[in-house]
């Protein structure tokens, strides 16, 4: 279960990258010759709280799907299994996340 947990983690982290650069989802098409320009305009400041069923995909998914977007996350992890979220802080503070971007509660 574990392992199966970890791999849809990784996968809702690959898809969610993905959407970094799209608006909507979508590539936006140009109608004839016109110009289209699409404006992400981030929510701000969101504040995500964690549940105990799945923790690490639960906290993945809620995380990268909000900086994806441009936002600011401040995370509660699970209490009952906040080691998790100290191990992704970990990877976190070693990646190439902007800082002050997300912060843990």
């Known amino acids: 279960a574990a392992a199966a947990e970890v791999e849809a ?4 982290l ?6 970094a650069d799209k608006f909507g989802g979508t590539v936006q098409e140009t109608t004839l010759q016109g110009v289209v320009m699409a404006v992400n305009e981030p929510i701000g400041v969101l504040a995500v709280l964690c549940p105990q069923q799945s923790p690490l995909l639960a906290l993945v998914s809620l995380l990268a799907a909000a900086l994806s977007r441009g936002n600011a996350v401040v995370l509660v992890p699970s209490f009952k299994y906040a080691l998790l979220a ?4 970990q990877v ?3 990646s190439d996340v902007p800082a002050g971007t997300w912060a843990w509660a």
């Open 14 to 19: 690959f898809t969610n990258a993905a959407y």
């Open 92 to 94: 976190l503070e070693t």
């Open 9 to 12: 983690a990784i996968s809702r």
């Open 86 to 89: 100290t191990d992704l802080y």
